[in-house]
């Protein structure tokens, strides 16, 4: 028998705006969360996951929260969900205050324990949608994962296309007798960056790729740097381009093509189509032999290598005078393309494409 997987979903502060009180108790305090409602529809009547909301009610039904406060307005909300064709298979609310301590109160799990001892439920890849920490302590209790609005830029489009359509992460590994390089991307992170090559000009470019782009980049790269730059370069290259190809997957849903920016003096134009067909054009000229500790021999071997191993094609062009500003102007415009390439639409989530396969 298929494991059936469970949203549990916050109340205040994510299906609805939690007031500075922390309380809603009439309907002037009203709001649904911006992008719920589509989001969330779409959830329900695409996937199937088991719906339980979760809410901590502090002190509900005391002088502080009278009940003829609270249900008039819960009813509401949940009425104005139904006719989205929102509904949820259980409801649990706590009361207590936080000094009370309660196993039931998140992050304590004793009102879901049913779930998470039962074999017909998957729990390992359910998730708590939330607002606070508490929540991802909640998750983390539970023993699934967490989908928390506004940590990391999430909102309710990201949580919608999460749980449609899938992460897109990717671990390479690239072990030679020249070089020993280990890369891990999220093409849907933030930007964070742990970046190791032993070229500090590599390291800030590369650094350039995961801020811009919005990726999560780890690249840990060891090299013969003893003999020169050249292998380091290249084969970093190779196993970002087989990264980001994987990462990618089948490429359903995504714009496919992406950039042109100015850096002071340069403008620098990056176009890429993630096409499968790799191809390299480059117009581009340096005077200096180095950027820091980088050859400029090797910018066009670099783009090149991340070419073919990604299977993209790609245009880059750069004017200026500064060549610092523009190599530097062509990695962030690689990384804006990049960004805007891979942006996927869950409501046209089809191969980009006259072919049918990329």
């Given at each position: 028998?298929?494991?059936?997987?469970?949203?549990?979903?916050?109340?205040?502060?994510?299906?609805?705006?939690?007031?500075?009180?922390?309380?809603?108790?009439?309907?002037?305090?009203?709001?649904?969360?911006?992008?719920?409602?589509?989001?969330?529809?779409?959830?329900?009547?695409?996937?199937?996951?088991?719906?339980?909301?979760?809410?901590?009610?502090?002190?509900?039904?005391?002088?502080?929260?009278?009940?003829?406060?609270?249900?008039p307005v819960h009813n509401f909300i949940l009425?104005?969900?139904?006719?989205?064709?929102?509904?949820?298979?259980?409801?649990?609310?706590?009361?207590?205050?936080?000094?009370?301590?309660?196993?039931?109160?998140?992050?304590?799990?004793?009102?879901?324990?049913?779930?998470?001892?039962?074999?017909?439920?998957?729990?390992?890849?359910?998730?708590?949608?939330?607002?606070?920490?508490?929540?991802?302590?909640?998750?983390?209790?539970?023993?699934?994962?967490?989908?928390?609005?506004?940590?990391?830029?999430?909102?309710?489009?990201?949580?919608?296309?999460?749980?449609?359509?899938?992460?897109?992460?990717?671990?390479?590994?690239?072990?030679?007798?020249?070089?020993?390089?280990?890369?891990?991307?999220?093409?849907?992170?933030?930007?964070?960056?742990?970046?190791?090559?032993?070229?500090?000009?590599?390291?800030?470019?590369?650094?350039?790729?995961?801020?811009?782009?919005?990726?999560?980049?780890?690249?840990?790269?060891?090299?013969?740097?003893?003999?020169?730059?050249?292998?380091?370069?290249?084969?970093?290259?190779?196993?970002?381009?087989?990264c980001l190809l994987r990462a990618l997957g089948?490429?359903?849903?995504?714009?496919?093509?992406?950039?042109?920016?100015?850096?002071?003096?340069?403008?620098?134009?990056?176009?890429?189509?993630?096409?499968?067909?790799?191809?390299?054009?480059?117009?581009?000229?340096?005077?200096?032999?180095?950027?820091?500790?980088?050859?400029?021999?090797?910018?066009?071997?670099?783009?090149?290598?991340?070419?073919?191993?990604?299977?993209?094609?790609?245009?880059?062009?750069?004017?200026?005078?500064?060549?610092?500003h523009k190599i530097e102007g062509i990695f962030?415009?690689?990384?804006?393309?990049?960004?805007?390439?891979?942006?996927?639409?869950?409501?046209?989530?089809?191969?980009?494409?006259?072919?049918?396969?990329?």
């Open positions: 028998m298929k494991q059936q997987r469970i949203l549990f979903i916050d109340r205040d502060g994510t299906l609805i705006e939690e007031p500075a009180d922390e309380q809603i108790d009439s309907f002037e305090k009203l709001k649904f969360t911006q992008g719920m409602f589509r989001n969330l529809a779409f959830i329900r009547q695409k996937l199937d996951f088991r719906f339980v909301m979760v809410s901590n009610q502090d002190g509900l039904g005391t002088a502080s929260f009278p009940e003829d406060t609270f249900w009425q104005t969900l139904e006719g989205e064709g929102i509904t949820f298979d259980e409801q649990l609310i706590d009361r207590h205050f936080p000094e009370d301590n309660a196993p039931t109160r998140k992050p304590g799990t004793a009102m879901v324990e049913k779930y998470m001892h039962d074999p017909q439920y998957d729990i390992a890849n359910s998730y708590v949608i939330g607002d606070r920490e508490t929540d991802a302590a909640f998750a983390r209790n539970i023993g699934c994962k967490a989908l928390i609005l506004g940590r990391d830029g999430m909102t309710w489009d990201r949580i919608a296309e999460l749980l449609f359509a899938g992460e897109r992460t990717a671990e390479v590994r690239r072990t030679t007798k020249e070089t020993d390089i280990y890369i891990k991307v999220n093409l849907d992170g933030s930007g964070q960056c742990d970046i190791e090559t032993g070229l500090g000009f590599f390291n800030h470019m590369l650094e350039q790729i995961g801020k811009h782009g919005g990726l999560d980049l780890t690249i840990h790269t060891k090299g013969d740097l003893n003999v020169d730059e050249h292998h380091t370069i290249e084969d970093t290259a190779l196993a970002l381009g087989e089948d490429k359903r849903g995504t714009e496919r093509y992406g950039y042109s920016l100015p850096m002071d003096d340069c403008l620098c134009q990056v176009c890429l189509d993630f096409g499968g067909r790799p191809w390299l054009v480059w117009d581009a000229e340096f005077k200096r032999e180095h950027v820091g500790d980088m050859p400029t021999e090797m910018f066009l071997h670099f783009f090149k290598s991340l070419s073919d191993a990604a299977r993209m094609n790609l245009n880059i062009k750069a004017e200026g005078d500064n060549e610092h962030k415009a690689l990384a804006r393309s990049i960004k805007m390439a891979v942006r996927r639409d869950i409501y046209h989530y089809e191969l980009p494409s006259t072919k049918g396969t990329l």
